[in-house]
């Protein structure tokens, strides 16, 4: 059974998505992501040398820094950072600039839904404009399940709330630059099945689960095809 979607837009069609770069003059790097009408600001500055304290001075650490659109940071927000801080450290090549913190500021600008896979694309679009090093890019989604089971890609704020359960889905874009060669299987699956992060929100059933995946995975070719023409382009992409 499909989901009739009030913007009229298939259970697997993303919103429109559009990405500029090299936005703001003072961060080493920054990008301007949004999925339909959900807009983030990601600048970044550095590295700047020194670690914070209990930091492992021989690698590089990553600050993240989440402000939401209006309001203090709360729980939720705290939240984000966290989650955020974990994926880039997983994509960063932490030992190339040891002992030195890259802050990552994210600005909602608007948020309709898919909040945290936005930011997500954000950070990682501006780590590329400020030439972070990078073991590989990350792309991220949201993948959802109502109540009548059926599976949403990518959905807006007031669908979200209607869901019985969705996930917070990164995957690597590139299999072949996350792993060396003799580590591109783990346990028999090739590393294209893998998943970097991995959040939930209600309650779903292993297969429901398994249809996020899937239908992540599927979703995030489209945002590595479009995050590669806009790495080749200058100009600002839209989808």
């Known amino acids: 059974m499909e989901v009739d979607r009030v913007d009229g837009r298939t259970p697997y069609q993303l919103r429109p998505l559009a990405c500029s770069r090299n936005l703001l003059n003072r961060a080493h790097g ?16 550095g590295p700047k040398v020194g670690t914070k304290k209990n930091e492992n001075p021989e690698k590089a650490s990553i600050e993240v820094v989440w402000k939401p659109k209006t309001g203090q940071i709360g729980k939720a927000e705290r ?49 590329v404009d400020a030439g972070i090093p990078l073991k590989h890019l990350a792309v991220s989604i949201c993948c959802g399940v109502s109540e009548a089971g059926s599976l949403v890609l990518d959905p807006t704020k007031a669908e979200e709330q209607k869901l019985q359960a ?52 599927s979703a995030c070719s489209k945002l590595s095809e479009f995050l590669r023409r806009n790495f080749q382009s200058k100009a600002p992409v839209d989808s």
């Open 30 to 45: 920054s990008a301007r992501w949004s999925q339909g009408d959900t807009i983030v600001l990601a600048a970044v500055y």
């Open 79 to 127: 939240e984000y950072e966290m989650i955020l801080r974990r994926t880039l450290l997983s994509i960063c090549h932490l030992t190339i600039n040891p002992n030195t913190t890259t802050s990552v500021i994210l600005q909602v600008v608007n948020d309709d839904g898919a909040l945290l896979p936005c930011a997500v694309n954000a950070a990682c679009a501006a780590l």
């Open 166 to 217: 969705f996930s917070y889905l990164v995957f690597p874009n590139s299999a072949q630059s996350v792993l060396s060669e003799e580590s591109k299987q783990a346990e028999g699956e090739p590393m294209e099945h893998g998943i970097i992060t991995s959040v939930t929100r209600g309650a779903m059933s292993v297969d429901d689960y398994l249809n996020c995946l899937q239908g992540g995975r």
